[in-house]
Every structure is written in C-alpha cells, then in structure tokens.
T-cell receptor, first 113, second 113 residues
Framework: DAGITQSPRHKVTETGTPVTLRCHQT?????MYWYRQDPGHGLRLIHY???????DKGEVSDGYSVSRSKTEDFLLTLESATSSQTSVYFC????????????FGQGTRLTVV | GQQVMQIPQYQHVQEGEDFTTYCNSSTTLSNIQWYKQRPGGHPVFLIQLVKSGEVKKQKRLTFQFGEAKKNSSLHITATQTTDVGTYFCAGRSEETSGSRLTFGEGTQLTVNP
C-alpha cells in the first residue's frame, strides 16, 4: 500500500462542533484529494489540492474547508459538524493530474450525533 | 457537471457465474479507471483505459472502453468468492482540465459459494 495515513480512523462528535481530519503521505505526490463515501452515492469529491497552498472545491464542498501547508499533509475541517456529514471520508493521492492512478488511505469513519 | 452512472447497483451471483458492470458518462472521457473496494476496505486501483475501443484483460477480468469514450464495462468470468466487493469506475472529462476524477456509484458484487 502507498504511504498514506489518515487520522483519526474513527470519530464520534456532536452537532455543531468543529472537526479536523488529517491525511499524511510519504510518497511526495503533488495531488491530494478528500472524498466522502455514502451508500448509493459512491465516492464524491469534497476538495482537492494540486500543491502546497493550492486547493480547489469538489462537487460537495459546502460545510468543508481544507488546508495544505506542507506537501505531505492535507487537512479537512468541518467548521460546524452536522448529522448530514456522518460518512466515511477517504483521502487519496496521485502523482499527476490526469493519467495516473489514485492511491487511497484507509478511511475515517465520522459519526455526528 | 460531469456525471458518471454505473449499473447495476447490486449484483448477486453464484460462484462460477459471470458478472458484468457498466459505466456511462454524460461527457466524453479522456480516460477511465476501475477500482475495487473490499468490504470494510478502501478503493484499490485495478486498471486505466485511455484509447477509444480499448480492451484490456487481467486474468478473469476484461475491461472495455467504448468507441465514443463515454462508456465502459468490467466483465468477470467465472466469479470466485475472492471477487466479492464493490467495483467503481472513475473518469476524467475531456471537456474540463484539471484533476477531477468523477466516480460512479459502484456495483456491489456478492458471490455465493
């Protein structure tokens, strides 16, 4: 497996609290992504990064923010968690933008109660 | 925006039967990738198709990319219990630049021994 570590792996939080998920890679890949996975929806892109301090929105970015201050770390923040954000979150990395495979982390299961 | 649709959502087969999942995009794709996710696991890259009409094989798995580069299929011959999991297609649109990889909803395959 590629060197991708997500933390925490599981989290339960209360509605309205801020939550930060971390993705750490040791592959020096330029591109990093945050997806959420929900039954019947597959994997939906939240935000992605194409370099340090360079990020862009995906298809379901509302309620989420990201930061990438170092090549190896990509943080996903839920500013005020809602029950609709209960999901499994996957971080992924890729070497290039267009024609290389994405490597996924193990996932973070987040429950907002 | 780009949409990638996958059918069927679920497929239940007896071991030894064949299995096919289909992927259709609303836009022309520059390439298409296939991933497999075992239960409780993370998506793992299987293959990438780039050329119109391309066919690739991996042992019992056959992948096709349509002539119009808007659809793809994965066919498994003589399924085994090790094939259990969810299969996702993911495509990048030719019409937009950048690194957005849009996933289909996935086909969940179960195999009865």
């Amino acid at each position: 497996d590629a060197g991708i570590t997500q933390s925490p792996r599981h989290k339960v939080t209360e509605t309205g609290t801020p939550v930060t998920l971390r993705c750490h890679q040791t592959e020096n890949h330029r591109y990093m992504y945050w997806y959420r996975q929900d039954p019947g929806h597959g994997l939906r892109l939240i935000h992605y990064s194409y370099g340090v301090k360079d990020t862009d929105k995906g298809e379901v970015s509302d309620g989420y923010s990201v930061s990438r201050s170092k090549t190896e770390d990509f943080l996903l923040t839920l500013e005020s968690a809602t029950s609709s954000q209960t999901s499994v979150y996957f971080c992924a990395i890729s070497l290039t933008a267009s024609n290389t495979e994405a490597f996924f982390g193990q996932g973070t299961r987040l429950t907002v109660v | 925006g780009q949409q990638v649709m996958q059918i069927p959502q679920y497929q239940h087969v007896q071991e030894g039967e064949d299995f096919t999942t289909y992927c259709n995009s609303s836009t022309t794709l520059s390439n298409i990738q296939w991933y497999k996710q075992r239960p409780g696991g993370h998506p793992v890259f299987l293959i990438q198709l780039v050329k119109s009409g391309e066919v690739k094989k991996q042992k019992r798995l056959t992948f096709q990319f349509g002539e119009a580069k808007k659809n793809s299929s994965l066919h498994i011959t003589a399924t085994q219990t090790t094939d259990v999991g969810t299969y996702f297609c993911a495509g990048r649109s030719e019409e937009t630049s950048g690194s957005r990889l849009t996933f289909g909803e996935g086909t969940q395959l179960t195999v009865n021994p």
